[in-house]
Every structure is written in structure tokens, then in C-alpha cells.
DNA sequence: TTGACTAATGTAATAACATCACATACGAAG
DNA sequence: CTTCGTATGTGATGTTATTACATTAGTCAA
């Protein structure tokens, strides 16, 4: 494995649509979008998310159903800290960015409660700066 | 509007059928539990999901698709703090807890990004405790 | 080269989650 | 009693995700 992934074609596909995408994509969007290129089927599309959620490569947002590219233009092999992300709900801006007092904090919490855990999600919906003035 | 929130039949069903589970339940378990009191359409759920979700009664669980009974036995309508979920993958359980320095910490991000929230999500998934030790 | 193994892909069907549209009932205010 | 807002009933539909099975392609060792 290289210090910078390499795709299969399908993986490559569906990471291209998610960077050229200004905001989320959910997977039946994506789907739409690559039926030109040969996608037929869901799982078409499921399977290369779940591969660049492997790598580290996107993000799935939880609370809206729908996957993004990771901003994070570095290495995401480290920083281990936790992700956060602000989603405006007005024009559908991600906003990415951690916090080590609250990724500290997280883990306080679930040491003092022996709770081992794999995944946190951290997603703030509401209304960003541009659609908020404008 | 009593101190403690008066519910519909349905709503009553719905959230005693939370209450009464000892973990988060899907909108469609909640109707299948519910056909011999005469639910028939997942609308009906959802309707009184709703309502029990803005009077504070219940928690939704994003990453998860589903519902818990909140387990602050006291009231609702202050404690305005993030509340934040470790949800355990062995068993289901939830744990519900709330801390000043994640709710501060993610204010002053929204308050230095001018975005203003309205929902913030934080769930912990992984192994709870007793699963851990099993 | 062949065979065995693993990863990736193709496809159809189905499961799981959620909403729309429209009709009906029921209680409170006037 | 009428009007209005809220709750309800019901069928159809929309959206998100997985199961099951068949096929293809690359790797490695004998």
C-alpha cells in the first residue's frame, strides 16, 4: 500500500464524483452521476464507499445519509483526533475541523466508563456564516 | 402545556414502548410492537416520534436509525447542554451524558465560525463495559 | 502453465428507513 | 353549530442499504 492510496477503478470513480462534489453526495446521487461511466447498482457504489471509508479517504455524515470527501488535503494515516463536522442546512456547506479538547474530553469520559470505542460522530447542523447574513 | 408533557394515544403508546425497552428501538420495531394496539402504518410512528422528539421526551440516534426514551428522570425544558451517546455494538445499550466543556467547546467554534446551530449530534460507538470485560 | 486463492466487480432482488398525499375524526374557540 | 387546528387512518411511494449469487481479474506457488 502507497503513502497515497491506490484506487481500484470504481474506487476512483466514486472518489472523483465526492471531490468535484462542493458538499455531500449521498450514494444514489453518486449512483446517478457515474451511470455514464457504467454503474448500474448500488452496491456499486456502496462498495467503493465503504474502501475510501477504510482509507480514511471520506466521511460519512451520519446524520444527513451522505458521504463527502475528507478536507484534510495531508497524510490520513495519523491524527488520530476526532472529526467534527458543521453542516449548514441552508446550502448543504461542510465545515470540517477537530478539537483536542473535545476529543480529550470523549476519551476522559469513556476511560472513566471502561467503554472501548470505535467510531464518534460529531455533526453540528445548522446555519453557516454565508447563508446566515445573506 | 403541564410541567409534564399531556400525550396523544399514540404518542402515549409510542413512548411507552420506549420506555419499557432496556435499548434504542427502530421506528418499525416500535410499529410491530404496536399492531395489536392497532397500529397499522409507520406514519403513525413517526408522527408521535416527532412530537416526543421536540417535547425532549426522546432521543433520536443518528447513527444508528433509532429511538431512545431520554433517561434524565427530571425536567426537560432547561439543562439546554449537548447530550452526547455511547452506544455499545455488543449489546445495544445506551448511555447518556452531557459535558460543559464539549457543549463550550463546540459553542465557541459556532460563535467564531458564525454558524449558528440547531442540532449537534455527538454519539460514541464501540463496547460498553460489561461487554468489554465479558 | 496450471491451479488455488483473494480481491474486485456485475446484477437482481429484497430489506430497512422515511415521507407524501389525501381522507376522516375530534376537540376547542367563536 | 360552524370553523379551525390538531390528531389520526391508510395506501402509495420515495430513499437508503444489504443479501445472495455469479463472474472476472490478478497474484503466487508448485
Known amino acids: 500500500m502507497a503513502a497515497t492510496q491506490e484506487l481500484t477503478k470504481n474506487q476512483s470513480l466514486v472518489f472523483d464524483a465526492l471531490t468535484r462534489a462542493d458538499g455531500p453526495l449521498s450514494a444514489y446521487t453518486i449512483l446517478d452521476q457515474l451511470r455514464e461511466d457504467g454503474f448500474r447498482a448500488p452496491l456499486q457504489v456502496y462498495r467503493a464507499l465503504d474502501k475510501l471509508l477504510d482509507y480514511g479517504m471520506i466521511h460519512r455524515l451520519e446524520s444527513i445519509n451522505a458521504f463527502v470527501a475528507c478536507s484534510h488535503p495531508h497524510d490520513h494515516s495519523h491524527n488520530h483526533g476526532m472529526i467534527a463536522f458543521a453542516i449548514c442546512e441552508k446550502c448543504g456547506q461542510v465545515t470540517e475541523f477537530s478539537d483536542d479538547v473535545i476529543t480529550a474530553r ?29
Do not use: H, L, Q, Y
Open 106 to 134: 470523549v476519551r476522559e469520559w469513556t476511560k472513566g466508563n471502561g467503554f472501548k470505542p470505535s467510531k464518534t460522530t460529531i455533526e453540528i447542523r445548522g446555519i453557516c456564516a454565508s447563508c446566515g447574513t445573506a
